[in-house]
């Protein structure tokens, strides 16, 4: 059969459609989008639900905001509800209204006031974005979560977000000062703490805020007995409307803006925030404990707690496991190590903080003393502790920890860990009898389960591990849901201690009693009365008829269970996202998804592209492909056929899902910093591969699948290429028949003519008899087609300093490497190139002599892509990179190769796809550095922004610069040129291009050290 084309499934309805047109013509300035991509995009997040909106809103300021609501008054069906990082882990923020997500274009810091400590932003910045503007200052935004990375601060604040340290520094709603906000009807409020008499007065206006000031009056002043006494005394929150803050009894005070903070957006779309600033310690330290199981960590924490500490968190030894396995864990290692001969089995992260040095050091040295003790005599069941007074070796520990529920999701088999009763807390006293039942009450049901938590403030997260494909299986997750809610109850605690309500609103009646319930919808009367915010959630207005959202509602793997298992296993890693966000990431020297960061647009990162191919291939089994493969080899249509869909203007889906795959750098980064792995480029091929058999491919693919077979034909002639390739009219030429811009100008004198004299050319039978010593002293290069033929005086190099050390290196015959290819999904091609060049390289390592290539991005092609497309067919060839290889070369060698030690540091600047794979890398260039007595500074960055051939599509242009904004520039500007390394062909043409000079290879910097002696 022919590929079929695939229609969205579900179309706006007409008065949605109504109201979109509207508020495109009434001033609003945002951006609108209604693409099946926008909506399917915001159509999850971290929970099991899923929920397709009719539109998503990018509002771009408070008039905005105001907009959406003025024009909600003329059409009575329309709801929505409020989006920031979509982190959620209960659905929050998921509607089939309209979703208004503030992080893309309103997240700027406004105002920061050193003296009064406090700071004013936008709601959609981010948490570690505000705490970077801070830090320069001083202080920080200190409620903490694990997402600080991607939620927002209105998420925060909706949600009343807490975490490690909370016992300090509190909840959010601790620290708002005042808040701007907009109304479902429009109408803007700004609200900060009034006295009871201002209250009183202002509530006699007849305007929305005056009703809401009556009713907070009525509630949370004349019930406040009834409210003090149900409910229970715990550090968290009980989300809900907090009836019971927002009136200062002591102060006599109140507070709106208490209401509206964990109010989970359906009260009001909070606008702006005034947040109160705490001052940075000066000294902090980390007491990370290890024990001989997960319950004496949990007994042994409450000692810590009394001993004064900030913070107790604690994991057990799944979670340690899983780091163990990740990327994450090359930076914390030495920090947290075995014990020999004694198994960890649960761990106790310890932080003091102090202005004070001594008083800290002697309140460490009196713990240690203890600690010691205890693993000397096996009390408390302590087998050992390390302390670490860094503050970044504390923030690496910290991220290891806030990575830990991603990596739960880090299982095999179908049974995924999933969040529905994963934020319990209890009084802390009460914690570890409490754990102990949870544990037996999931072990009953057979289930599988990582835990660590907030031990200071009785916080426990736990997901356990099920398939909700399976219909018997979500009825058991409804089950243990109601289990947990009553067992929660019987210590005296909430199911929802951290992470809000969201579909467990249902829950809502019972725990806070008929009188307190009837109250909080008295409350969601007066801010909403026509049930339009994020309707379903918390709670519906008194006289609204409308449902809660329930546990039991749709959820993302009703879709998911109608995909057929052939489909799922050829797009396996677009089923494993479990959306917690973590590709989000905003910083801008991180390398995860340089297109999610350059674009904030949800569609470009990896979950959104996840999220695509998952619906992709659902209609694609609904339109009737044969559900027991999906290839794009069972697709046969036409050229003739190809050319005229390509033409034609009917709908399909497919191309939405391109658009996104299209705006994919192919860097990678996603494939090792994704805490399961969700690797892009790997379903970006394979869907490619099946889009390409119904429409035609564009030149600009051609010509990057056929570089390789180009390449070395025209570096055998390149100052007559350049020639052309130099004229002004030939590349713009280029740039409108291929769509390729700033094309790369081949190296003159080519490779062949630099080395034809001083390199030894590759003779199979030559080196097998070579005996074992002259077998330890050769290196084979591997070439590749961007160094070989576009950066020769590299390979030249390599030559150099493999002869300087006493090596002989032997250039090895060019064989296309097949990156180009895979990348663009010619997969096909593809498979034969890399059974071809496997075959040969294969045939190379007989020999047993070192092979390398000079650029890493290719060598890691070698073992990842080549190993996923061939299998056991690959062999078990071995290329190194050029700095794995230079770490074998012996101590001895560079003692006689080194030089005059060197004051001066240089700066690498790592590929983004090399150290996300090879995280050790950048440390292990500087160990290379530091055998010739140069010291290097690692500079971090993330993507440059030209990722192999990225950066020279016309179309990408623009992106590609300014990714390479993100982090590079700056780095770049911060050294002198000389002192740049940068080790990607592409990182080095890109600053080329842009900054007008090229930076060296690092092994170019050795060479020249080396050559000094
Ligand atoms: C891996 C993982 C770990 C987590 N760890 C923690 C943790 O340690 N502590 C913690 O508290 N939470 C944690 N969470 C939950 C989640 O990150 C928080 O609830 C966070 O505050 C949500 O922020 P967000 O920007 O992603 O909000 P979203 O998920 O987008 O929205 C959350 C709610 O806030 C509302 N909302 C968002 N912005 C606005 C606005 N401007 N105006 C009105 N309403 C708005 C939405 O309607 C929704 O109801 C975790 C989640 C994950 C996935
Ligand atoms: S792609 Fe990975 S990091 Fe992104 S949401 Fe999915 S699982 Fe999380
Ligand atoms: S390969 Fe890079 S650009 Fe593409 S989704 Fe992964 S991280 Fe983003």
Redesign the pocket.
Known sequence: MSLPRVAPQQSLSEHYQQYLDQLAESGFSGDIEYSYASRLAVATDNSVYQKLPQAVLFPRNVTDLATIGELVNRHPLVKFSARGGGTGTNGQSLTDGIVVDLSRHMNQVLEINVEEQWVRVQAGVVKDALNDALRPHGYFFSPDLSTSNRATVGGMINTDASGQGSLVYGKTSDHVLGLTSVLANGEVINTTPLSLEEAQQQSRGSDTYSRILRQVIATCVEKRNDIIEKFPRLNRFLTGYDLEHAYNADEKKIDVSRLITGSEGSLAMVAEATLSLTPIATNKALVNIKYDSFESALRHAPAMVAASATSVETVDSTVLNLAKTDIIWHSISELITDIPHKEMLGLNMVEYNSNDEQSIKERIARLEEELTQDAKNGTNGVIGYQVTFSKADIGKIYAMRKKAVGLLGKTEGAQKPIAFAEDTAVPPENLADFILEFRALLDTHGLHYGMFGHVDAGVLHVRPALDLCDPEQEKLMHQISDEVVALVAKYGGLMWGEHGKGYRSEYGPAFFGDMLFKELRKIKSAFDPHNKMNPGKICTPLDSSDTLVKVSDTKRATYDRTIPVAFKDAFAPAMSCNGNGL?FNYETTS??????KVTRDRR???KG?AGLIREWIRLLAKEGVDSTSLRAEQFKTSLWQRFKNSRSSEEDFSHEVLEAMN?????????S?CPVKV???EF?STFLSIYYQRYMRPMKDHLVANIERMAPLMASVPTFVNMFLHRRWMQSAIEKTVGYVDTPILSSPSLKKRLDKNVTHYDYDALASLNDTERSKTVLIVQDPFTSFYDASVVEDFVSLCTQLGYNPILLPFKPNGKPEHVKGFLARFAKTATDTAAFLNEVASLSIPMVGVDASLVLCYRDEYTKTLGSQRGDFFVNTVHEWLLGVPDTTWEQAATTPSTKALALLSHCSEKTALPASEKQWQTIFSKVGQPVDLVAVG?CGM?GTYGHEADQKEKSLAIYGLSWEAAVKAYPQDAIMATGYSCRSQVARIEKFKPRHPLQLLLAAVDNN
């Open positions: 590709c390398p995860m998804c340089p297109s999610s470009h990162s990896p592209r705006g994919c750098l192919a860097c990678k980064s996603c494939s910093q690797d892009v480029p970006r993507c990722a």
